[in-house]
């Protein structure tokens, strides 16, 4: 398939001109032509239509090859130019060339005729491909240079000798230094840096390691400093090769003051919170006290029962707001320790009872918030407590285990299980009249949300699986 040119052809005669194309047809082009022979003709062509190529004669009646390249220079196209022409000198030859023209050819010798427009389509497409990319460079330069001076942040790039290169209006408006009195002064002589850990950050950089988001400390031209975050590149050339460095210096000083007020705020915060669990827990042993005393008026067995188990469920849940008192997180209790804890106290209320009774606590990495770790603490206490009271009549001795693991994502598991005479037959929580395991039940499907088993078969085991508070 032929080739497709686009020719505008100069010429006074039309037989010269027929050549030509015919040059150009056995060239292997489909040429697309034009033949004008004014200056007029030439301007409405160049303006109406693209052009690959111009082919000229030298010497018209109202026209010339010299003519031609005037205008072609004058409409600011690059589109390449031969003159042909059937007499002409060296000296005409240079004339031309030097005007502007890419080739010139005797018209009786068109044997370079098409390898001159082959090279000339060439040397033109590869000219608008680095135009082409001129244009974009120079419009990515313009948006880079437009993005690095409206940035807030202060940039500055320097040479390895530390000789300041470019700063951005950034820069002039956090420093105080305008880009007239910093370009080209070494950075010592520009004194930002008032500690001397910025030294071993620009060893770092200039061998090729980038600082990313360095807190640290500037100072401004009147003296005054304030605090930044500092991100250090190497600039490397085409090799790799460091050559120059940038620093991109963000003012953090409004972030770190409104830091210090967030600091403060918790602090005074966590002060206030641990301040209501201690009195919390206080209070409840305040109540807690006054059943004791309270008990000491009453005569009945099981009045001083029902004291003693109010006053260990008060304790169980006072133990949880001390826990969180001692902690320094206030949202979450190690329920081992706590477990611990309460067994100890528990047994301690049953004096001669728990010595018969040896406990084994085992809790593994277990963390709950107030609202599992309290109902957990009561199902403990009266399953413990119903433990010591029934379980080992007559002197009898046993253990008593409680058992507690994380299962899942926020799931877990509480056993608690004796190896006593265990819970007669005819008892269940659905109609057990013991105010304990009613309370048990409650707790565990109401408060934990879980569900409940029992196992008599060794003893008493139950086994409560459930989901930690959110």
Not at 172 to 177: F, H, L, S
Not at 223 to 249: L, N, R
Not at 334 to 342: R, T
Not at 432 to 461: M, P, Y
Request: aromatic share 6%; charged share 30%; net charge neutral.
């Amino acid at each position: 398939m032929n080739k497709q040119v686009r020719v505008l052809v100069i010429e006074d005669s039309r037989f010269d001109a027929r050549i030509l194309i015919g040059e150009l047809e056995h060239g292997g082009y489909e040429p697309d032509y034009e033949l004008v022979d004014t200056p007029e003709g030439m301007r409405t062509a160049i303006t109406a239509k693209s052009w690959d190529i111009v082919i000229s004669d030298y010497v018209m009646p109202d026209f010339s090859g010299l003519d031609a390249i005037r205008i072609l220079q004058e409409s600011g196209l690059d589109i390449p130019i031969i003159i042909v022409s059937g007499n002409i000198g060296e000296d005409t030859a240079v004339q031309a060339m030097k005007a502007g023209a890419h080739d010139y050819l005797i018209k009786g010798n068109l044997a370079r005729l098409i390898p001159a427009i082959e090279r000339e389509l060439s040397e033109a497409q590869e000219r608008r491909k680095r135009k082409k990319a001129e244009a974009e460079l120079k419009s990515t330069k313009e948006k880079l240079e437009s993005f690095i001076n409206n940035t807030s942040d202060a940039i500055i790039i320097l040479d390895l000798e530390e000789k300041i290169l470019q700063v951005n209006t950034g820069f002039e408006k956090i420093y105080g230094w305008t880009a007239a009195e910093a370009v080209g002064i070494k950075l010592p002589t520009i004194p930002v840096n008032i500690i001397p850990e910025t030294e071993k950050l620009l060893a770092k950089v200039k061998s090729g390691n980038v600082i990313t988001a360095h807190e640290t400390i500037r100072r401004r031209k009147d003296g005054s400093v304030f605090d930044v975050s500092v991100t250090i590149s190497p600039i490397k050339d085409a090799e790799g090769k460091v050559v120059a460095f940038a620093g991109i210096s963000r003012d953090i000083t409004e972030r770190k003051r409104s830091e210090e007020l967030i600091r403060s705020s918790l602090l005074e915060k966590e002060t206030l919170l641990r301040e209501i669990h201690h009195r919390v827990k206080n209070n409840m042993q305040v109540i807690s006290s006054l059943l004791r005393l309270q008990s000491r008026y009453a005569k009945d067995k099981d009045d001083i029962e029902f004291f003693k188990d109010s006053q260990n469920r008060i304790s169980s849940m006072a133990l949880v707001h001390e826990k969180l008192y001692q902690s320094g997180n206030f949202t979450k209790i190690d329920f081992s320790v706590y477990a611990k804890d309460l067994i100890k106290s528990i047994f301690h209320s049953y004096g001669t009872i728990s010595s018969r009774i040896t406990p084994t606590i085992k809790v593994e990495n277990v963390s709950l918030g107030i609202d599992s770790a309290i109902p957990c603490g009561l199902i403990i206490n009266e399953l413990v407590t119903n433990s010591l009271k029934h379980a080992f009549p007559d002197g009898k001795k046993g253990d008593i285990k409680i058992f507690m693991r994380r299962t899942g994502e926020n799931e877990y598991s509480l056993e608690v299980c004796d190896n006593g005479i265990g819970i007669a037959q005819g008892i269940d929580f659905d109609n057990s009249n013991s105010l304990g395991l009613h309370l048990v039940k409650i707790l565990a499907q109401k408060q934990l949300n879980g569900d409940i088993n029992l196992n008599r078969d060794h003893g008493t085991e139950i086994k409560i699986n459930f989901k930690g508070a959110k």
